[in-house]
């Protein structure tokens, strides 16, 4: 949905300049910084080709016995509200830099994946710490000392302010609010990433945005939107189990504290 898509790519960028005001600071990367976080034990993410813009979304077909938008949509509430994990990628290419945000966890371990442009970090959350890695135009943008190639900072997971709203929980709850301000009452078949769906469809039209719902589990499976902001969601690995790292001690500095002079403890 072109609404949520737009709010998507505020918060990826948010997250670059909130970090000036955050008192951490970061790395330098290293090859591997854009890579994604630790993928789940069983699903394995989308392929490449799953991410563009024509997607593994089936032709859809009109089905007179299918359930209301309404009611697809309250059941896909329910379900995400009962999450305990999984992972999502998302791409934005209608703006002046693509960005790309890669989630995988549980609700309180997670990692992400930002890119925005040339920009990219990793976040690392365990609870209420937050391990940070990000290039040098990461920390260019955040204002904010380099300490070095492979080292991330620790911060008190509340500082990372913006970062949070890329959850899991957060972006589901995000994109099934606009799309029930936005789909049209009636439901069409579909397959999505090989799984049978139901289509849900803005009222302007499928460029306008597309909802993918499993039937089966009412798993949100892929959200599209065709518009002048052209953006991706895919989602799958539901309640697998996800591993974050934890980044070793001899890589970890300290951010200072908040309204501190710029500095990193060991």
Same mark, same amino acid.
Request: hydrophobic residues 40%; charged residues 20%; aromatic residues 8%.
């Given at each position: 949905?072109?609404?949520?898509?737009?709010?998507?790519?505020?918060?990826?960028?948010?997250?670059? &300049?909130? &970090?000036?005001?955050?008192?951490?600071?970061?790395?330098?990367?290293?090859?591997?910084? #854009?890579?994604?976080?630790?993928?789940?034990?069983?699903? /394995?993410?989308?392929?490449?080709?799953?991410?563009?813009?024509?997607?593994?979304?089936?032709?859809?077909?009109?089905?007179?016995?299918?359930?209301?938008?309404?009611?697809? &949509?309250?059941?896909? @509430?329910?379900?995400?509200?009962?999450?305990?994990?999984?992972?999502?990628?998302? =791409? !934005?290419?209608?703006?002046?830099?693509?960005?790309?945000?890669? !989630?995988?966890?549980?609700?309180?371990?997670?990692?992400?994946?930002?890119?925005?442009?040339?920009? @990219?970090?990793? !976040?690392?959350?365990?609870?209420?710490?937050?391990?940070?890695?990000?290039?040098? /135009?990461?920390?260019?943008?955040?204002?904010?000392?380099?300490?070095?190639?492979?080292?991330?900072? @620790?911060?008190?997971?509340? =500082?990372?302010?913006?970062?949070?709203? &890329?959850?899991?929980? =957060? #972006?589901?709850? /995000?994109?099934?609010?606009?799309?029930?301000?936005?789909?049209?009452?009636?439901?069409?078949?579909?397959?999505? /990433?090989?799984?049978?769906?139901?289509?849900? #469809?803005?009222?302007?039209?499928?460029?306008?945005? #597309?909802?993918?719902?499993?039937?089966?589990?009412?798993?949100?499976?892929?959200?599209?939107?065709?518009?002048?902001?052209?953006?991706?969601? @895919? !989602?799958?690995?539901?309640?697998?189990?996800?591993?974050?790292?934890?980044?070793?001690?001899?890589?970890?500095?300290?951010?200072?504290?908040?309204?501190?002079?710029?500095?990193?403890?060991?």
């Amino acid at each position: 949905m072109k609404v949520a898509a737009r709010a998507g790519v505020v918060v990826a960028v948010g997250v670059l &300049l909130a &970090l000036a005001g955050c008192g951490p600071s970061p790395t330098t990367p290293s090859s591997d910084a #854009t890579r994604a976080v630790a993928r789940g034990t069983r699903t /394995q993410p989308p392929s490449a080709s799953a991410t563009g813009a024509t997607a593994s979304s089936g032709s859809a077909t009109l089905d007179p016995s299918a359930p209301s938008s309404k009611a697809v &949509l309250a059941k896909a @509430e329910a379900r995400a509200k009962a999450l305990r994990s999984g992972a999502y990628e998302a =791409r !934005f290419t209608g703006g002046k830099e693509p960005v790309r945000i890669s !989630f995988r966890g549980s609700r309180t371990d997670y990692g992400i994946l930002l890119v925005v442009g040339a920009t @990219e970090a990793v !976040f690392y959350i365990h609870g209420a710490t937050a391990y940070i890695r990000g290039n040098a /135009q990461f920390w260019a943008q955040a204002r904010t000392p380099d300490p070095g190639k492979d080292v991330f900072i @620790e911060v008190p997971t509340n =500082r990372i302010g913006p970062a949070t709203d &890329l959850t899991l929980e =957060r #972006t589901l709850r /995000q994109l099934i609010t606009t799309a029930s301000a936005r789909v049209v009452p009636e439901v069409t078949n579909a397959e999505s /990433q090989g799984i049978s769906s139901w289509s849900l #469809t803005d009222r302007r039209g499928a460029r306008a945005g #597309t909802v993918y719902i499993s039937k089966d589990t009412f798993d949100v499976i892929r959200v599209s939107d065709r518009d002048r902001d052209v953006a991706t969601f @895919e !989602f799958y690995g539901w309640n697998d189990t996800f591993a974050v790292p934890t980044p070793p001690r001899s890589k970890i500095l300290k951010g200072p504290p908040r309204g501190g002079v710029s500095g990193y403890t060991a």
